[in-house]
């Protein structure tokens, strides 16, 4: 099966706990998150992430995904299946460089035939969404 990825890294001046902890606060994210708002749920394997998702250029939309993988002050991880050909699997993660310092990165993953023809058609869009939630989450960890 093929995969197509998209993500951004980007150095953040906070501990880990400070970045995980605007990450681990699901309904806080309408005020940092510029594309993921409305989030509620729970972080705990197998748990379930229901949020609007709205990406400047797409429709917005009703996001029911489940975690997949989830390791505090680290990584938060879910997957979404939108149909038989089409899988999609969000990511944030936490990689300490010192203390008080970190590299936090953000992305999509998407596998399946339409899922690659997806990213491929929305590769533009999809790039502004991540970078976009990469400066808002960096914005919100140092403040």
């Not at 058609?121 to 990469?134: E, F, I, S, W, Y």
Request: with cysteine; charged share 25%.
């Amino acid at each position: 099966m093929d995969i197509a990825r998209i993500e951004k890294r980007i150095g953040v001046r906070a501990p880990t706990d400070r970045i995980w902890e605007v990450i681990a606060d699901l309904p806080g994210w309408n005020r940092w998150n510029p594309i993921e708002t409305t989030v509620e749920g729970i972080i705990a394997f197998g748990g379930e992430i229901a949020l609007t998702e709205t990406i400047d250029g797409l429709p917005e939309r009703r996001v029911v995904a489940r975690v997949g993988d989830w390791q505090p002050y680290a990584q938060l991880v879910w997957a979404e299946k939108r149909g038989l050909w089409f899988n999609v699997v969000r990511y944030f993660e936490i990689e300490q460089l010192e203390p008080g310092s970190c590299i936090a990165a953000n992305g999509f993953i998407f596998s399946g035939l339409r899922g690659e023809m997806y990213f491929d058609k929305q590769r533009k869009t999809l790039r502004h969404a991540v970078d976009g939630v990469a400066e808002a989450w960096k914005a919100a960890a140092e403040a």
